[in-house]
């Protein structure tokens, strides 16, 4: 029994490095976009563009009039990894072990569209085979990094006055019913890795039955948000 207890704790010990990881290093060191978005694409063309036929694997993300990035899967064994290149999320792995959707980018990169968005706003996941799934984002959280480069920094929630651990804040963000939570770095006072945002959508219920058109990518978004 005791054996059991000492490995839960090194396991929990590890997967809070490596969160702490993604909190830290993940959005630190800048490199020039690669590519940008001409126009925006309507949601069925963006489908085709990134279809591969595997029903499983999460390959597109679409919030009409705000993203339409691609999404590819951390390499194993590389919590820290992030893409790289401008139109592009990189999926959470540690998130999906919680059974739900982590989506991550540089806040140079396309992680700058990340604070466009707002409560309301409807985000499509788009999957290999061409299905999605459609979530309401309901809630945009800001902590500070009290120590910005160190791992196990401590984090003020910006909205609520208190401090967390990085174990705290990935139980807040990720952890819990299936959501969708974009993760990005805020920059203040010449620091780009000043603090974290963190935008969560919930999967969108017969309750709040946005309309078909929504879905389609037809309807736009109220122009005063942006």
Not at 78 to 86: K, L, N
Request: charged content about 15%; hydrophobic content about 40%.
């Amino acid at each position: 029994m005791t054996s059991r207890i000492q490995f839960l704790r090194v396991v929990r010990t590890l997967c809070t490095f490596c969160f702490a990881l993604i909190l830290s290093f993940a959005f630190i060191l800048p490199v020039q976009a690669k590519s940008t978005v001409n126009s925006f694409p309507d949601l069925n063309t963006f489908i085709e563009s990134v279809r591969n036929g595997d029903a499983n694997l999460l390959r597109g993300v679409y919030v009409y009039d705000l993203m339409a990035f691609s999404v590819i899967q951390q390499p194993a064994g590389s919590p820290g990894f992030v893409s790289q290149e401008a139109n592009q999320l990189t999926e959470f792995g540690m998130a999906a072990e919680a059974g739900n959707v982590g989506l991550l980018a540089h806040n140079y990169l396309a992680g700058t569209s990340f604070s466009g968005l707002t409560n309301g706003d409807v985000v499509i996941l788009v999957y290999g085979d061409g299905h999605t799934e459609n979530y309401l984002v309901t809630n945009v959280l800001q902590y500070q990094a009290l120590d910005p480069y160190n791992p196990y920094s401590d984090f003020k929630d910006l909205q609520r006055q208190t401090t967390l651990s990085a174990a705290e804040v990935f139980g807040q963000v990720y952890r819990g019913e299936r959501h969708v939570t974009f993760q990005t770095c805020i920059q203040s006072d010449g620091n780009s890795s000043w603090g974290r945002l963190f935008v969560i959508a919930e999967p969108v219920t017969s309750q709040v039955n946005p309309s078909a058109d929504t879905y389609t990518g037809n309807t736009q978004r109220d122009s005063s948000r942006n």
